[in-house]
T-cell receptor, first 113, second 112 residues
Framework: QQQVKQSPQSLIVQKGGISIINCAYE??????FPWYQQFPGKGPALLIA?????SEKKEGRFTISFNKSAKQFSLHIMDSQPGDSATYFC????????????FGSGTQLTVLP | NAGVTQTPKFQVLKTGQSMTLQCAQD?????MYWYRQDPGMGLRLIYY???????DKGEVPNGYNVSRLNKREFSLRLESAAPSQTSVYFC???????????FGQGTRLTVV
């Protein structure tokens, strides 16, 4: 059972454009929603994260929008650059003792120069 | 500061062979995790250890065992490797109660 659904699977954007990746979740016990960025041959690294009591969080060119009632959240990358080309994973953490992260299936972003 | 270190980085096994993937973190984190990454599947949790001395099954534990050797080290063992276990394996850790999980560089395992 996939508890975090991510789309699209792949995304191609021109340099300077806006990249948008969407995720939806089912478990209302999730209390933390991070986005991870992964470059080829590397492990995922935290990019930006949001808690459900906030509707938007911005860090530089990266913004998370969060809709608690719809159980959806999205990553917006403004002024996309070729260096942003990577795989992006949304995730959600449960509020239990293990603080497990459940990941989406990933989006491979390619930013064309 | 090395963070999370995984060994080996690459491994080829024959079906039925066994091996242990090693993971060590130097951040004094309480919680450690093993994930596998497959195309189109994201990262799926195999096993986790919320604190030293405890381990629990994740989403896909079949065919694997783990040992939390001490606070620093968390190993993943394949007793009898199968082609379905061909994957990239990631170890991660985070401080109990904190939010960010730190990942190792991964182990690319091929079972032929």
């Amino acid at each position: 059972q996939q508890q975090v659904k991510q789309s699209p699977q792949s995304l191609i954007v021109q340099k300077g454009g806006i990249s948008i990746i969407n995720c939806a979740y089912e478990n209302t016990a999730f209390d933390y929603f991070p986005w991870y960025q992964q470059f080829p041959g590397k492990g995922p690294a935290l990019l930006i994260a949001i808690r459900p009591d906030v509707s938007e969080k911005k860090e530089g060119r990266f913004t998370i929008s969060f809709n608690k009632s719809a159980k959806q959240f999205s990553l917006h990358i403004m002024d996309s650059q070729p260096g942003d080309s990577a795989t992006y994973f949304c995730a959600a953490r449960d509020s239990g003792s293990a603080r497990q992260l459940t990941f989406g299936s990933g989006t491979q972003l390619t930013v064309l120069p | 500061n090395a963070g999370v270190t995984q060994t080996p980085k690459f491994q080829v096994l024959k079906t039925g062979q066994s091996m242990t993937l090693q993971c060590a973190q130097d951040m004094n984190h309480n919680s450690m995790y093993w994930y596998r990454q497959d195309p189109g599947m994201g990262l799926r949790l195999i096993y986790y250890s919320a604190s030293e001395g405890t381990t629990d099954k994740g989403e896909v534990p079949n065919g694997y065992n783990v040992s939390r050797l001490n606070k620093r080290e968390f190993s993943l063992r394949l007793e009898s490797a199968a082609p379905s276990q061909t994957s990239v394996y990631f170890c991660a850790s985070n401080p109990q109660g904190n939010t960010e999980a730190f990942f190792g560089q991964g182990t690319r395992l091929t079972v032929v």
